[in-house]
């Protein structure tokens, strides 16, 4: 029996798998990292179990921010480009031959950069079929993943910060009253997407959407769906850059994923929802049985 | 004898002049629109007056925020091309024959856009011989304001939030431990600037400072300069598109105004620094004595 988990920043989903891969129970909730402090972590994970059933896992792997400066143990980057093999091979025990944490990865392709967690998901959708080897896929959340896989290996990816940035402007800035409703994927959404993905001038186009509102150029009920696009236009900017792939996979979190697969459409890319906490289930499988 | 103020968000400047135009007193305080509510407006003014000297001027001219729906009364935007004639006409009288708002500016040239305050110092300048009648002044912020003048009037402006987006980002972002010293104009100040105004990947490249200082490929100690540059840099962008001037006057506040001179100087602009006090001042005075 095992114990696999995706423990990230917010939210953490676990699963006890049987010896021949069957989920046996799996449970998900708010204990992220964010909400554990230092000195707390073997009682965390001592409740993970409990919650999935109180049976005792012959060893448990742990994936995502856990494995970061502020998470139970910090497990060293490794270099793209890698497998889930190099995942195995780098398992950083935290209760030896008992739990490890499994390590980020690192890149300079296109530029320096770094990842915990969605390497997991990437490599899981390719190794169970739900992606191809070779492609392109989205992950968004806070940050926005994209990760370039080749011959079912990563060989880079880039971060782009849209979701904490859309947070920021919603919680704390001017446009604040202006992105309290929930952004649909219609027209002023696609109108944003065009104008983020062709123009480079983010930070005065979005004071623009407050000077629309006040010179009625524009309705206010469209400008969260407007700045959304807009945000996420950028965004595919940077994901797409060089990028020939006609279908693109959107992994992760539903409302955002439907968001960014709207974009992708809009783009004229083919998008694919896959569903996240499967990829990460899978990831999670393929780097256990890979394991020295 | 009239009281003259620049009476802004955070903060109010204001001067009482003689009828020769002298400078009889100033004051200047943090009672900025902001802290004052509905029904509090009479008697802040009131304590303005009595900061003054408590003299009773024969009429009094507020610019800048006071002007908007959060301030005193909301004085209609005024659209542009627009000189000081134009706001003279359009004072809207708070207190009949006694206290007037000076109206701010809407504009459609490059984009929709309003203003209050910024307009003022424009044309102040202008009228003043600190800046010339035809040419472009950059007003840094919370909200950098690129203002251009033809023949002393306001043909038309750009607004960048890049004060505010700095703000937000070292307050409550991931960034925020790496932005807690004050951005100095070095050379990782100028790469940002260089960055920022050639590529479109400003929500990328903001995560990609985290992840350089994780990695070790980048000091921690120049990622705030660094992401200060960045976001200047986007700015110039889009305040310099088009435009062939080769020189720049740089108005107002004086910590980031030396930023943005800097960064103008860096990509080939000879940036001229003015006064914002002073340019408030003349421009409040053009008002006045031009008004009906």
Redesign the interface.
Known sequence: MRLLADWGTTNRRAWLVGEDGEVLAKHADGRGTASIGPGEWPAAYAELEAKLGGAKPRVALLAGMVGSNRGWSEAP?LPCPAGADALAAGLHWVVPGKVAIVPGL?T?NP????MRGEEVQALGAAAAGLTPADGLTCHPGT?TKWVRLQGGRIAGF?????G??FG??R????LADLLESEPEPGVAFRAGVDHGFE??????????I???V??G??PREEAGAYASGL?IG??L??GL?GAKDARIHVIGRSDLALLFAAALEHRGREAIRVDGDAAALAGLRRIEEMRP
């Open positions: 980057y690192s300079m530029s320096a950069d770094v940050h880039r971060t782009v910060m849209t904490e940035i920021l402007l919680s704390h800035s001017i123009k480079a001038d983010l930070t005065a186009e979005l004071f623009g407050r000077a629309r006040l010179l150029a524009a945000l950028a965004d900017a940077v850059a």
